[in-house]
């Protein structure tokens, strides 16, 4: 095992691939998050408690690592009050130590595009409280950089699919009633193209990040196989996958405007509907081509994912 030391901070979706991953290579990993627990962490990967609200503590916890991934974040209906602190004590802290520091990111800084590719050079015009959360943080990270305070590469990646990512709109609304043999739950125009992301495929790019410091202070989209999917292809791919006839429904604006009268979550999800109401392509070729990275195969990546969800049965 290598002797460097990989933090990864938050143990979600995208924290979990990045510290299997880590594991993988072999790499001294330790996650933290605010309980200490990470359940089905694999063998040798450290697991303690820590405050990334609290720049001190994150510079406690991080005073030996060579690369930190920043991977945790606060409830979705958290985000505007609590997520740009959270990001600003975990710059400040890695910064007093001279790791780097290598965020994962969604998508929503660019705002509506109008069915324009997403690509790295476009301007961040959001329009949504949460796309100028975003907009703002990537910001804040990418100035530090530049001013030498930290050194930092952001990985963006799409709505993404695959062990643990059940809150995704590629999750457990599609994938839990497909195995049941009912209708897969969808979001807006399932017809329009709508890329996905494979959350190991993210978790892998973070580490290719860490990796290469031509990476560095530069924003990249991580890579997505068959970027043009709808939805509903990809819906059909998992029924096909359960050799099962396809069957799906899905939710408009004006269903999730009213479930979002009772259901918080729901209601954030509201401002960003115009990524399922528009083409929403990625385009990861910049990444691609620098670092010689490709995609899952998706319907390798559909097959992992049907099996993590047989295994862990809703509750």
């Given at each position: 095992m290598s002797n460097e030391l990989h933090i990864v901070f938050g143990a979600g979706p995208l924290g979990r691939s990045v510290v299997n991953e880590l594991a993988k290579q072999g790499k001294r990993t330790r996650v933290?998050?605010?309980?200490?627990?990470?359940?089905?962490?694999?063998?040798?990967?450290?697991?303690?408690?820590?405050?990334?609200?609290?720049?001190?503590?994150?510079?406690?916890?991080?005073?030996?690592?060579?690369?930190?991934?920043?991977?945790?974040?606060?409830?979705?209906?958290?985000?505007?009050?609590?997520?740009?602190?959270?990001?600003?004590?975990?710059?400040?802290?890695?910064?007093?130590?001279?790791?780097?520091?290598?965020?994962?990111?969604?998508?929503?800084?660019?705002?509506?595009?109008?069915?324009?590719?997403?690509?790295?050079?476009?301007?961040?015009?959001?329009?949504?409280?949460?796309?100028?959360?975003?907009?703002?943080?990537?910001?804040?990270?990418?100035?530090?950089?530049?001013?030498?305070?930290?050194?930092?590469?952001?990985?963006?990646?799409?709505?993404?699919f695959g062990s643990y990512a059940t809150g995704s709109a590629f999750g457990e609304r599609l994938f839990y009633p497909a195995i049941a043999g009912k209708a897969a739950s969808l979001t807006g125009n399932a017809d329009l193209p709508h890329t996905a992301t494979f959350i190991d495929d993210f978790g892998k790019a973070l580490v290719i990040l860490g990796e290469r410091d031509e990476a560095l202070g530069q924003a990249w989209h991580v890579p997505n196989d068959q970027p043009q999917i709808t939805q509903r292809q990809f819906a059909n791919m998992v029924f096909e996958e359960l050799k099962l006839a396809p069957k799906v429904s899905s939710m408009s604006r004006l269903m999730i405007m009213i479930g979002g009268l009772f259901i918080p979550d729901a209601r954030e999800v509201v401002e960003m509907m115009y990524e399922f109401e528009r083409p929403f392509v990625v385009d990861s070729s910049k990444f691609e081509k620098a670092f010689g990275m490709k995609p899952t195969p998706i319907r390798e990546a559909i097959r992992q994912t049907v099996a993590w969800y047989k295994a862990n049965p809703p509750r």
């Open positions: 933290i998050t605010r309980s200490g627990k990470m359940p089905d962490a694999p063998a040798k990967v450290e697991v303690i408690s820590g405050d990334a609200y609290d720049s001190n503590n994150v510079r406690e916890l991080t005073k030996e690592a060579s690369v930190v991934y920043q991977c945790a974040q606060p409830g979705y209906t958290q985000w505007v009050e609590n997520f740009p602190p959270l990001q600003k004590a975990i710059i400040e802290g890695v910064a007093a130590n001279r790791a780097k520091l290598i965020i994962g990111e969604n998508l929503y800084m660019y705002g509506d595009t109008d069915g324009a590719p997403l690509i790295e050079t476009l301007p961040y015009a959001a329009h949504t409280r949460k796309g100028k959360v975003r907009a703002q943080m990537a910001e804040a990270a990418l100035a530090a950089h530049q001013s030498g305070k930290v050194r930092v590469a952001i990985a963006r990646g799409s709505d993404f």
